[in-house]
């Protein structure tokens, strides 16, 4: 089945540790997205990538980085810089050749991290 | 930049009762997408309703209909016969070009 993957579900690290969110899809899509939610709050985007080896900011990139060496991943890394990382992270994926008619993103199930 | 506005917090209702979103948006520009997603306790985004800039039509798919005004900028959206599994967080947003902008979202309790 095709769909978005993300490991694990559940996260726990030390402060001051980097730690990376695995986003993998199948659905042959070439843009990918990762949002951070947090509690009674919307998603707010951090980093997207439209193709293979490029990427741009979003909003709130301050602590991450990413990285897109292939179509169907696009890992993000939760630096020490992040002040506050506690979060739950979704990664997204939608393909942007159909933008004129069907323009949703396609969501993973979630990483909920917490940083101790 | 973009905004989108769900005033409503919290919602509560009996089961069968309708439950109405609303949502409000902002954005200079005059192609863009809005959307409706659903986001049960599991966390994962589930892609409920789509409609673009140039379409005003209001329409009704099952138990889900929605009312877009261009006038007003709003985007509000129905659960008829609400049922238990309707629980939720209920999402608006707004796409151009390739970002979303989401709402704060609204928590939606049905009660049996």
């Known amino acids: 089945d095709g769909g978005i993957t993300q490991s694990p579900k559940y996260l726990f690290r030390k402060e001051g540790q980097n730690v990376t969110l695995s986003c993998e899809q199948n659905l042959n899509h070439d843009a990918m997205y990762w949002y951070r939610q947090d509690p009674g709050q919307g998603l707010r985007l951090i980093y997207y990538s439209q193709i293979v080896n490029d990427f741009q900011k979003g909003d709130i990139a301050e602590g991450y980085s990413v990285s897109r060496e292939k179509k169907e991943s696009f890992p993000l890394t939760v630096t020490s810089a992040q002040k506050n990382p506690t979060a739950f992270y979704l990664c997204?994926?939608?393909?942007?050749?159909?933008?004129?008619?069907?323009?949703?993103?396609?969501f993973g199930p979630g990483t909920r991290l917490t940083v101790l | 930049a973009q905004k989108v506005t769900q005033a409503q917090t919290e919602i509560s209702v009996v089961e069968k009762e309708d439950v109405t979103l609303d949502c409000v948006y902002e954005t200079r520009d005059t192609t863009y997408y809005l959307f409706w997603y659903k986001q049960p306790p599991s966390g994962e985004l589930v892609f409920l309703i789509r409609r673009n800039s140039f379409d005003e039509q209001n329409e009704i798919s099952g138990r889900y209909s929605w009312n877009f005004q261009k006038s007003t900028s709003s985007f509000n959206f129905t659960i008829t016969a609400s049922q238990v599994v309707d629980s939720a967080v209920y999402f608006c947003a707004l796409s151009s070009d390739y970002k979303l902008s989401f709402g704060a979202g609204t928590t939606v309790t049905v009660r049996a």
């Open positions: 997204a994926s939608k393909n942007p050749k159909t933008v004129l008619i069907n323009n949703e993103q396609f």
